[in-house]
Protein backbone atom coordinates (compact mmCIF):
# COMPACT_ATOMS: atom_id res chain seq x y z
CA UNK A 1 0.00 0.00 0.00
CA UNK A 2 1.32 3.46 -0.95
CA UNK A 3 2.18 5.55 2.03
CA UNK A 4 3.28 9.36 2.58
CA UNK A 5 4.14 10.10 6.48
CA UNK A 6 4.96 13.40 7.24
CA UNK A 7 6.38 14.61 10.84
CA UNK A 8 6.18 16.15 13.12
CA UNK A 9 2.03 16.65 13.28
CA UNK A 10 2.87 19.40 14.86
CA UNK A 11 5.19 22.39 15.34
CA UNK A 12 5.00 25.81 17.43
CA UNK A 13 8.13 28.06 16.99
CA UNK A 14 8.89 31.48 17.67
CA UNK A 15 9.63 34.01 15.04
CA UNK A 16 13.01 33.62 13.20
CA UNK A 17 13.60 30.53 13.79
CA UNK A 18 14.29 27.87 11.49
CA UNK A 19 12.36 24.97 10.89
CA UNK A 20 12.40 21.31 9.21
CA UNK A 21 9.56 19.25 8.05
CA UNK A 22 9.91 15.80 7.27
CA UNK A 23 8.37 13.66 4.36
CA UNK A 24 8.90 9.95 3.80
CA UNK A 25 7.46 7.74 1.68
CA UNK A 26 6.34 4.28 0.52
CA UNK A 27 5.27 4.12 -3.02
CA UNK A 28 5.81 1.75 -6.24
CA UNK A 29 6.24 3.62 -8.84
CA UNK A 30 7.32 6.53 -7.83
CA UNK A 31 7.14 10.11 -10.20
CA UNK A 32 7.70 12.81 -8.11
CA UNK A 33 7.24 14.89 -4.79
CA UNK A 34 5.68 18.08 -4.38
CA UNK A 35 5.11 20.32 -1.03
CA UNK A 36 2.31 22.44 -0.73
CA UNK A 37 1.00 25.17 1.84
CA UNK A 38 -2.44 25.47 2.97
CA UNK A 39 -3.87 28.25 5.02
CA UNK A 40 -7.45 28.87 4.86
CA UNK A 41 -8.82 26.70 1.83
CA UNK A 42 -6.89 25.36 -1.15
CA UNK A 43 -2.86 24.50 -0.92
CA UNK A 44 -0.69 26.58 -2.64
CA UNK A 45 2.20 24.70 -4.69
CA UNK A 46 5.42 25.34 -3.42
CA UNK A 47 8.20 22.66 -4.92
CA UNK A 48 8.40 20.21 -7.49
CA UNK A 49 11.20 17.29 -6.71
CA UNK A 50 11.72 14.90 -9.04
CA UNK A 51 15.56 14.50 -8.45
CA UNK A 52 17.98 13.19 -5.66
CA UNK A 53 20.80 16.24 -3.99
CA UNK A 54 19.05 19.24 -6.20
CA UNK A 55 18.20 21.74 -3.43
CA UNK A 56 14.81 24.13 -4.64
CA UNK A 57 15.07 27.25 -3.26
CA UNK A 58 12.13 29.80 -3.15
CA UNK A 59 13.31 32.81 -0.60
CA UNK A 60 13.44 31.55 2.88
CA UNK A 61 12.40 28.10 2.14
CA UNK A 62 14.10 25.51 0.21
CA UNK A 63 13.68 21.28 0.03
CA UNK A 64 15.26 18.36 -0.82
CA UNK A 65 14.79 14.95 -2.27
CA UNK A 66 16.55 12.10 -1.26
CA UNK A 67 15.30 9.00 -3.15
CA UNK A 68 17.61 6.61 -2.27
CA UNK A 69 16.47 6.64 1.51
CA UNK A 70 13.04 7.59 0.56
CA UNK A 71 12.51 10.90 2.56
CA UNK A 72 12.09 14.98 1.38
CA UNK A 73 12.63 18.06 4.25
CA UNK A 74 11.50 21.54 4.00
CA UNK A 75 13.51 23.94 5.61
CA UNK A 76 11.84 27.40 6.51
CA UNK A 77 14.33 30.06 7.42
CA UNK A 78 13.52 33.02 9.85
CA UNK A 79 9.95 32.11 10.36
CA UNK A 80 7.59 34.73 10.24
CA UNK A 81 3.67 34.45 11.72
CA UNK A 82 2.79 34.27 7.87
CA UNK A 83 4.46 31.01 7.91
CA UNK A 84 1.53 29.45 9.93
CA UNK A 85 0.15 27.42 7.76
CA UNK A 86 -0.54 23.30 7.39
CA UNK A 87 2.29 22.05 5.15
CA UNK A 88 1.16 18.86 3.18
CA UNK A 89 3.50 16.46 1.14
CA UNK A 90 2.07 14.37 -2.01
CA UNK A 91 4.09 12.03 -4.21
CA UNK A 92 2.67 11.51 -7.78
CA UNK A 93 3.20 7.93 -8.81
CA UNK A 94 3.02 7.01 -12.74
CA UNK A 95 -0.17 4.51 -11.98
CA UNK A 96 -2.67 6.67 -13.29
CA UNK A 97 -0.98 9.69 -12.12
CA UNK A 98 -2.05 9.58 -8.68
CA UNK A 99 -1.25 11.89 -5.99
CA UNK A 100 -0.97 10.77 -2.47
CA UNK A 101 -1.15 13.14 0.53
CA UNK A 102 0.76 13.37 3.38
CA UNK A 103 -0.37 13.20 6.98
CA UNK A 104 0.70 16.88 7.29
CA UNK A 105 2.73 19.20 9.32
CA UNK A 106 0.92 22.29 11.19
CA UNK A 107 3.18 25.16 11.98
CA UNK A 108 2.57 27.92 14.14
CA UNK A 109 4.77 30.61 14.24
CA UNK A 110 4.53 32.70 17.35
CA UNK A 111 5.45 36.50 17.25
CA UNK B 1 -1.42 30.97 -14.00
CA UNK B 2 -4.02 28.10 -13.97
CA UNK B 3 -6.82 28.27 -12.38
CA UNK B 4 -9.30 25.49 -11.21
CA UNK B 5 -12.76 26.76 -10.19
CA UNK B 6 -15.36 24.96 -7.25
CA UNK B 7 -18.57 25.97 -6.65
CA UNK B 8 -20.22 26.23 -4.38
CA UNK B 9 -17.50 27.32 -1.29
CA UNK B 10 -20.25 26.72 1.49
CA UNK B 11 -23.17 24.64 1.22
CA UNK B 12 -25.66 23.77 4.05
CA UNK B 13 -28.25 21.14 3.42
CA UNK B 14 -30.42 19.57 5.26
CA UNK B 15 -29.80 15.85 5.94
CA UNK B 16 -31.24 13.55 3.04
CA UNK B 17 -30.69 15.96 0.29
CA UNK B 18 -28.27 15.62 -2.48
CA UNK B 19 -25.47 18.18 -3.12
CA UNK B 20 -23.61 18.95 -6.33
CA UNK B 21 -20.23 20.11 -6.15
CA UNK B 22 -18.63 21.32 -9.71
CA UNK B 23 -15.08 21.77 -10.41
CA UNK B 24 -13.95 22.97 -13.37
CA UNK B 25 -10.64 23.85 -15.29
CA UNK B 26 -10.53 27.98 -16.32
CA UNK B 27 -7.59 27.64 -18.83
CA UNK B 28 -6.53 24.19 -19.12
CA UNK B 29 -8.19 20.79 -20.04
CA UNK B 30 -8.06 18.49 -17.51
CA UNK B 31 -8.57 14.42 -18.83
CA UNK B 32 -8.07 13.79 -14.68
CA UNK B 33 -9.21 15.36 -11.45
CA UNK B 34 -8.89 14.46 -8.33
CA UNK B 35 -11.75 14.53 -5.25
CA UNK B 36 -10.18 14.85 -1.63
CA UNK B 37 -12.11 14.98 1.30
CA UNK B 38 -10.47 17.19 4.37
CA UNK B 39 -11.41 17.09 8.17
CA UNK B 40 -10.71 19.96 10.69
CA UNK B 41 -6.51 19.27 11.34
CA UNK B 42 -6.31 16.49 8.90
CA UNK B 43 -4.57 16.20 5.47
CA UNK B 44 -6.29 15.76 2.14
CA UNK B 45 -7.90 12.05 1.87
CA UNK B 46 -8.34 11.05 -1.88
CA UNK B 47 -12.01 10.04 -2.50
CA UNK B 48 -11.79 9.55 -6.06
CA UNK B 49 -10.29 9.89 -9.58
CA UNK B 50 -12.60 11.38 -12.03
CA UNK B 51 -11.63 10.67 -16.04
CA UNK B 52 -13.46 12.42 -18.78
CA UNK B 53 -15.19 9.99 -20.99
CA UNK B 54 -15.07 7.21 -18.03
CA UNK B 55 -15.91 5.94 -14.90
CA UNK B 56 -14.62 7.37 -12.13
CA UNK B 57 -11.81 4.86 -10.03
CA UNK B 58 -12.75 4.82 -6.26
CA UNK B 59 -10.63 4.96 -3.38
CA UNK B 60 -11.07 2.08 -1.24
CA UNK B 61 -13.78 2.78 1.73
CA UNK B 62 -15.83 5.35 -0.52
CA UNK B 63 -18.98 4.55 -1.72
CA UNK B 64 -19.48 4.79 -5.51
CA UNK B 65 -23.17 5.23 -4.86
CA UNK B 66 -22.64 7.81 -2.12
CA UNK B 67 -20.64 9.79 -3.75
CA UNK B 68 -21.56 10.69 -7.51
CA UNK B 69 -18.87 11.39 -9.98
CA UNK B 70 -19.23 12.67 -13.41
CA UNK B 71 -16.53 14.28 -15.44
CA UNK B 72 -18.57 15.65 -18.12
CA UNK B 73 -16.24 17.55 -20.82
CA UNK B 74 -12.60 18.04 -20.56
CA UNK B 75 -13.22 21.19 -18.27
CA UNK B 76 -15.55 19.99 -15.95
CA UNK B 77 -16.35 17.36 -13.04
CA UNK B 78 -18.93 17.14 -10.68
CA UNK B 79 -18.95 15.29 -7.15
CA UNK B 80 -23.08 14.51 -6.05
CA UNK B 81 -23.25 13.91 -2.70
CA UNK B 82 -26.09 11.72 -2.43
CA UNK B 83 -28.89 11.36 0.19
CA UNK B 84 -26.40 13.17 2.31
CA UNK B 85 -26.21 13.01 6.48
CA UNK B 86 -23.96 14.84 9.11
CA UNK B 87 -21.42 12.24 8.89
CA UNK B 88 -20.60 14.00 5.76
CA UNK B 89 -19.72 16.85 6.63
CA UNK B 90 -16.37 17.83 5.56
CA UNK B 91 -14.55 20.56 3.73
CA UNK B 92 -14.41 18.35 -0.02
CA UNK B 93 -11.38 20.05 -2.93
CA UNK B 94 -10.86 19.27 -5.96
CA UNK B 95 -7.86 19.38 -8.18
CA UNK B 96 -6.22 18.83 -11.55
CA UNK B 97 -2.82 17.78 -13.09
CA UNK B 98 -1.80 19.67 -15.77
CA UNK B 99 0.60 18.69 -18.09
CA UNK B 100 3.46 21.53 -19.04
CA UNK B 101 6.33 23.09 -17.53
CA UNK B 102 5.77 22.01 -14.09
CA UNK B 103 4.39 18.85 -15.27
CA UNK B 104 2.11 16.91 -12.76
CA UNK B 105 1.73 20.07 -10.57
CA UNK B 106 -1.50 20.03 -8.92
CA UNK B 107 -3.94 22.52 -9.17
CA UNK B 108 -6.61 23.20 -6.77
CA UNK B 109 -9.68 24.67 -6.54
CA UNK B 110 -10.95 26.76 -3.57
CA UNK B 111 -12.95 24.11 -2.13
CA UNK B 112 -16.27 23.27 -0.75
CA UNK B 113 -17.67 22.92 2.32
CA UNK B 114 -20.68 21.23 3.24
CA UNK B 115 -22.73 21.15 6.27
CA UNK B 116 -25.60 18.40 6.78
CA UNK B 117 -27.39 19.47 9.10
Known amino acids: EDKVVQNPLSLVVHEGDTVTLNCSYE??????LLWYKQEKKAPTFLFML????IEKKSGRLSSILDKKELFSILNITATQTGDSAVYLC???????????FGTGTSLTVIP | GAVVSQHPSWVICKSGTSVKIECRSL??????MFWYRQFPKQSLMLMAT?????????EQGVEKDKFLINHASLTLSTLTVTSAHPEDSSFYIC?????????????FGEGSRLTVL
Open chain 1, 27 to 32: VTNFRS
Open chain 1, 90 to 100: AVEVYKGNQFY
Open chain 1, 50 to 53: TSSG
Open chain 2, 95 to 107: SAPRAGVNRGELF
Open chain 2, 50 to 58: SNEGSKATY
Open chain 2, 27 to 32: DFQATT
